[in-house]
């Protein structure tokens, strides 16, 4: 970094030592307790339907829970058959062992949700936090699919080798096509992915892939984080998508929403345990007046491990190249970028005004990116014009790590 540049940020030293102080105690207390920062970004691993050999285990993190039930169509939706046992943390799990003939108990593609009673006393339905699929029913309403393919996926392409410079190709999967109707992923890697190639792009951003009930939201208010849009088809329909992209030599980027979360209580993370706190800030400050929606709270760890873990997954089993972080003014600063004029001063951006734990959160995203897929794009969509926000953990600052 040039000396001018730092001349610059001078008089925000304070502001930049208070941060990066809190990055490194994050990022200490991560491996002191998990045992690595990979470790605890890979919580999918733990939390939802694990198969294994032996059967099938569950896993939800609801602290204000007071009772929960596994229910679905394996067990014809019986509300107290199935009974899960918390621990000291809040993490309420069950196992089901394989059947004596070797089948396992709940079938693939069956509807699933949990049964529980919140810390307001209600008994209440809600669909598994980390679970990877969903379905619509007639009502319009949501319920989680338990998958358990037979075969993975086989990825036929690597991930090709990184652009050099990037022309992107921006699209939303339902709307990318020309009739009135929510056009699918399996249509998308037959008739746009030739044309991208064609019109010599070298690089797809996907948005509105992660889950949303609204799909008016244009899949900015994301219910499941770990589930893919299924009006658009099931999850090897995406894979093929990317890995048809990878043998193009296409780059595919995940446009990410870890900035906000629908409100919706029913078929989201709006109100799972009975409390506005669970994955979110309590009362306004949780709230996100304009765009209706949730606002996490960046400084709980178990936030911190869902929307890492979230990363990880896509990076992981999708494959995607790398995210475009959506709607991060909101994140950086305690008044969202709402009626704010950035005029370019400094002082606009580091400031009491800044919120630490988004920005925090923000440079473990950006670190573990790059850890799992050293050949990894970020792109951060801010409207402030944050300077110094498209640098590395290590820039800026006298991290090591």
């Given at each position: 970094i040039n000396a001018e540049y730092m001349g610059y940020l001078e008089p925000f030293k304070d502001?930049?030592?208070?941060?990066?102080?809190?990055?490194?105690?994050?990022?200490?207390?991560?491996?002191?307790?998990?045992?690595?920062?990979?470790?605890?970004?890979?919580?999918?691993?733990?939390?939802?339907?694990?198969?294994?050999?032996?059967?099938i285990s569950f896993k939800e993190w609801a602290p204000g829970a007071k009772e929960m039930y596994l229910i679905g169509e394996f067990n014809n939706w019986d509300r107290r058959s199935h009974k899960l046992h918390r621990d000291d943390f809040g993490n309420w799990s069950i196992f089901f062992p394989r059947n004596s003939d070797g089948s396992y108990p709940i079938k693939h593609m069956t509807a699933v949700k949990i049964h529980l009673l919140n810390a307001k006393n209600e008994w209440?339905?809600?669909?598994?936090?980390?679970?990877?699929?969903?379905?619509?029913?007639?009502?319009?309403?949501?319920?989680?699919?338990?998958?358990n393919y037979e075969k993975p996926y086989q990825w036929k392409n690597a991930r090709p080798q990184k652009p050099e410079s990037l022309r992107i190709y921006e699209a939303h999967v339902g709307m990318a096509g020309i009739e009135a109707r929510v056009h699918t992923y399996k249509e998308f890697t037959q008739k746009v992915l030739p044309r991208v190639k064609r019109l010599g792009y070298n690089c797809i951003q996907l948005m509105a892939v992660m889950e949303h009930s609204y799909y008016g939201s244009f899949g900015y208010h994301v219910t499941n984080f770990f589930a893919i849009a299924n009006r658009s088809g099931e999850t090897v329909d995406l894979k093929e998508l990317i890995d048809t992209a990878h043998g193009l030599g296409i780059y595919v980027l995940l446009d990410i929403v870890h900035s906000h979360a629908s409100s919706n209580a029913f078929d989201g993370l709006g109100d799972i345990d009975g409390t506005e706190y669970q994955y979110f800030h309590e009362g306004a400050r949780g709230r996100h007046e304009l765009w209706d929606s949730k606002l996490f709270d960046y400084s709980k760890w178990e936030v911190i491990r869902f929307l890492l873990s979230n990363i990880a997954w896509y990076l992981n089993e999708y494959k995607f190249d790398g995210f475009r972080f959506d709607g991060i003014t909101s994140m950086l600063y305690h008044h969202h970028g709402l009626g704010v004029g950035f005029s370019g001063g400094y002082h606009e951006y580091f400031s009491m005004g800044t919120d630490l734990d988004a920005v925090v959160y923000l440079m473990l995203a950006n670190y573990i990116t790059h850890k799992l897929c050293p050949g990894a794009i970020t792109i951060a969509e801010d409207v402030s014009g944050m300077p110094s926000l498209g640098r590395s953990v290590q820039d800026l600052s006298l991290i090591h790590i």
């Open positions: 502001h930049f030592r208070a941060r990066n102080e809190l990055f490194v105690r994050r990022f200490k207390e991560i491996v002191q307790h998990e045992g690595s920062i990979i470790e605890f970004a890979h919580g999918y691993l733990k939390y939802g339907f694990i198969v294994t050999q032996e059967g209440v339905d809600r669909i598994p936090v980390w679970i990877h699929y969903l379905r619509q029913k007639e009502d319009l309403s949501y319920e989680g699919i338990f998958l």
